[in-house]
Structure formats: C-alpha cells, structure tokens
C-alpha cells in the first residue's frame, strides 16, 4: 500500500511499504509527476501518430480513388473520342464509297454515250477502202486496157490486203465475173448505201460478204487480188449512181465531198 507525508516546511514524500522485508521506500512527488506526465506524452504522441496515420491513410485512399475516377473517366473519354473516331471513318469512307459509285456510274453513262456517238458518227461518216495504198490509175483515163476510159479508181496494194465497205449499206452483188458486171472485174462487190448511190470493189482474191448482208462503215467485205483484167495487184473501187456498170461517178471527189481524206 503507499501513502504520502508531509515533511518539514512542505517537502512531499512518497512512502510504499516494501513488500516482504516490511523496509518503507520513499520517492518525491516530483519525479511521480514527470513519470506521470511523461506516460501521456507518450500517449498523447500515441493518439497524433494514429490520428496522423489515419489522416495519411485516408488521404492516401482518397488520392487513390482521386486518380482511379480520373483513369476511369480518361478511359471512357478515350473509348468516347474512339468510338466518335470510327463512326466518322466509317461515315467518311460510306461517303467516299458513294462518291466512287457516283463517278463510276457517271463515268459508264458517258462512255456509252461516247460509244453511242461514235457509232452513230461511224455509221455517218465515210471511209476510204483500203487503210494504207498508192494511188493508181484514175477515173476517166484512157488506155487501151478498158473498153471505155477507167470507169472508177485504183489503189494499189499487195494482193490479200483487207479490203473494207466505204459506208454502211446492204450488199447487193457479190462474186465472180464482176458479180455481174463483166470477167474484166474479176471477183467484186457492190454495196448499196442509204442516199442511194453504191460502191464497188473489183479484182478481189476473195468475198467476205454476201448479197443482202447488212455491213457497217470500216467492216472488212474482202481482200484484194489480182483477179480479172490487170497488169498487177490492186484494188479497182467505183462510186455509181446504179448498182450496174456504166454509171460511175468521180470516187475520189465523192469521197472528199464526204469528209474523207483521199
């Protein structure tokens, strides 16, 4: 058990019995209070360091969920900006496929119309019957080669050249003995055009075409040969204002009348 006494002029002394030899120990009051004072210190700086750790703890919890909204809020920006992103790809690129739809489809409109034109400017025009020649004896020469003076013009080229139709018409004659006109044409054709003039192609090696066969500007009606009266391979080709001999015309000038560069 301990007790406190009063001592001289209020010296304080602590007194506890001592256990076992009975000895009674004295100590001041004024270490008690420091030991006293020094124990709620401690528990003082005890309660501030938990105090402080929970603040810290809680800090720490709070910037950690601080910086997880943030990540979370960054990430759905992202996956947002991403998604806006695609949408206008893909709507750029639905765009960019209509433009291309639009210009191929514009782009087949105008070659057809291209083709159309030039068909139509084809089947209006005129040609010369052969592509590559030497101009040979002209219309109205004499000779003693002819009965009469050359009733058409030749262009002279090797025999087996491709022989084409000056214009469209529908073939009204065709084959051997001048198709008619006579053995000093040989093989020959004569077509029949849409103003009512023809044309005539004689001394072919062969006849591609046959009566009432509709050609075309340029198609190819036969090759050329060495067949009937002449002194080589040519092609004899008349202008008529009848499919028969006899009413031939100036084929050159005709021609150039047309357009044609002869």
């Known amino acids: 058990m301990g007790a406190s006494l009063a001592l001289g002029a209020g010296g304080a002394f602590a007194a506890d ?76 690129a639905a765009a960019e496929a209509a433009a291309k739809a639009r210009q191929a489809a514009e782009a087949r409109q105008k070659a057809a119309e291209a083709a159309k034109k030039a068909a139509e400017a084809k089947a209006a025009s005129w040609v010369t019957p052969v592509a590559s020649y030497q101009i040979g004896a002209s219309f109205g020469l004499a000779g003693n080669l002819w009965a009469h003076n050359h009733s058409g013009q030749d262009f002279v080229v090797p025999s087996g050249t491709s022989v084409r139709a000056v ?10 003995n001048g198709a008619g006109d006579g ?62 001999y006899g009413s031939a015309v100036e084929p050159l000038a005709f021609l150039r009348s047309h357009g044609v560069k002869v």
Do not use: M, W
């Open 17 to 92: 019995a001592a256990q076992g030899n009975g000895v009674l120990s004295v100590a001041p009051a004024s270490d008690l209070s420091k030991s006293v004072q020094a124990q709620a210190d401690a528990l003082q700086k005890a309660i501030d360091a938990e105090k402080a750790a929970a603040k810290k703890a809680a800090a720490e919890k709070a910037k950690a969920a601080a910086e997880k909204a943030a990540k979370e809020a960054a990430a759905k920006k992202k996956a947002a900006e991403q998604a806006a992103a695609k949408k206008a790809a893909e709507k750029k």
């Open 167 to 176: 214009h469209g018409g529908v073939v009204v004659k065709a084959g051997g």
């Open 183 to 244: 053995p000093a044409y040989g093989n020959a054709i004569v077509i029949k055009h849409a103003d009512n003039t023809y044309s005539q192609y004689a001394h072919l090696s062969l006849v591609k075409v046959s009566v009432g066969q509709t050609v075309a500007t340029g198609q190819e009606i036969g090759l050329s040969g060495n067949t009937g009266n002449t002194t080589g391979p040519h092609l004899h080709f008349e202008i008529r204002t009848t499919p028969n």
